[in-house]
């Protein structure tokens, strides 16, 4: 069954490494899902990412309001919450545990290794961002940003690339030692299982939202992306309390929410299983950065980059996280072309954002409203 999803232009993605999982997928099954629009990917670093409401009753306890907070920073092991009368907040990421997103314990990838250019601060002086070229695109995006003046760079040291090697190294040592334990209590963790683009088919053939509730959502493996509502053609998938929910049937030969979820099957040919073996993936360059026009996080570098894709129509839109109004640090997709909106998003959220839900917002649309609407992602 073939979504409808088929709008002919291009859009950039902020996301983090299972956002951009989940690009790499649709774009690939893209004959069956209906091509997407993400043609260009901007990868962040993320080592884990955390319940909003967890984390929210967590800071209460410690009498803080996290309406208080100004920035929250994940580096040298904690958590740290900048709070707006100065003081700082810091808590051992080992004792975070209790609000960390389960699926976080599963995944493999610190530097969105299947990104056009990765992202994150690891290995930079403060106020510059470490940013690895993976593709051709993204290493010709990152030229051109420079050569036009929105982001100078200078070289990555050959210490600053252990450090960033050591994490991610971390990362994919700890997290396989999880996924062996849950596969040895009979809770698959299935994108990691090794099987080629025929049998990834077969085996999605027959499955629907209730062997994707089965198989990733109620064991806790869902990383709220949104993608199985983007890509529902019966518009009978919400997002509510945290997961995705049924609000209807689904048609009898229909398994497109399955296929585009990044949490099942992954074949060989979308995510190689040799990248298992190299701690930051594939890439073509790393340098560190920083915006020439734009303050923000870390050197202001992903808000720069996005506004070079949309000031060069490389991008005609982008999908980028900013804060409710009235939730503070609770995750808001929005998909625009305002660069003034971009820098408005600017900053980490570490809590978990449905990203694909805002194109699906679009979609409900007129198509030719496309070229001249931000649209916000009805929550």
């Given amino acids: 069954m073939n979504n409808n999803l088929n709008l002919q232009t291009n859009v950039a993605l902020v996301g983090t490494p299972c956002h951009i999982i989940a690009a790499e997928k649709m774009d690939h099954?893209?004959?069956?899902l209906g091509r997407s629009p993400i043609d260009f990917k901007l990868g962040l670093f993320c080592m884990e990412n955390f319940s909003h409401l967890y984390l929210k009753e967590f800071l209460s306890e410690k009498n803080i309001k996290i309406e208080d907070i100004d920035e929250f920073r994940v580096e040298k092991g904690y958590l740290w919450a900048y709070l707006n009368n100065g003081n700082v907040f810091k808590l051992p990421l080992s004792q975070a545990k209790s609000f960390m997103r389960k699926n976080c314990q599963?995944?493999?990838?610190?530097?969105s290794e299947l990104a056009d250019l990765s992202v994150g601060s690891v290995g930079s002086d403060q106020g510059w961002s470490t940013v690895?070229?993976?593709?051709?695109k993204g290493l010709r995006a990152l030229q051109k940003a420079e050569n036009e003046g929105f982001i100078e760079t200078k070289p990555f040291e050959e210490s600053s690339l252990n450090l960033l090697t050591k994490?991610?190294?971390?990362?994919?040592?700890?997290?396989?030692e999880e996924i062996k334990k849950r596969e040895s209590v009979a809770r698959p963790v299935l994108y990691r299982r090794y099987i080629n683009d025929e049998e990834f088919m077969n085996e999605v053939f027959s499955c629907q939202f209730d062997d994707l509730k089965a198989d990733v959502i109620d064991i806790g493996s869902c990383v709220l992306c949104g993608a199985c509502y983007c890509v529902?053609?019966?518009?009978?998938?919400?997002?509510?309390?945290?997961?995705?929910q049924l609000k209807g049937n689904c048609p009898p030969e229909c398994n497109l929410?399955?296929?585009?979820?990044?949490?099942?099957?992954?074949?060989q040919e979308v995510l190689?299983?040799?990248?298992?073996?190299?701690a930051l993936g594939d890439y073509l360059k790393i340098v560190s950065a920083r915006a020439s026009n734009v303050k923000g996080q870390d050197g202001g570098v992903v808000t720069a980059i996005l506004n070079y894709l949309l000031e060069d129509n490389i991008s005609e839109k982008a999908v980028v996280a900013d804060k409710m109004a009235e939730n503070p640090w609770k995750p808001n997709a929005i998909l625009t072309s305002n660069v003034e909106d971009v820098k408005k998003a600017a900053g980490t959220k570490y809590s978990a954002c449905p990203v694909f839900k805002v194109l699906k917002e679009y979609y409900k649309k007129d198509p030719q409203d496309f070229r001249n609407d931000s649209v916000k992602e009805v929550s």
Avoid: G, H, W
Avoid at 29 to 32: D, G, I, K, L, P
Avoid at 132 to 136: D, G, N, Q, S, V
Avoid at 167 to 176: F, G, R
């Fill in 232 to 244: 529902c053609p019966e518009n009978i998938i919400s997002i509510e309390d945290r997961r995705p």
């Fill in 272 to 278: 190689n299983r040799d990248l298992d073996q190299k």
């Fill in 167 to 176: 994490l991610a190294k971390k990362k994919k040592t700890e997290n396989q």
């Fill in 257 to 267: 929410c399955y296929m585009a979820c990044p949490r099942t099957y992954l074949s």
């Fill in 29 to 32: 099954y893209a004959e069956v």
């Fill in 132 to 136: 690895i070229a993976r593709t051709e």
């Fill in 106 to 111: 599963v995944c493999m990838d610190y530097t």
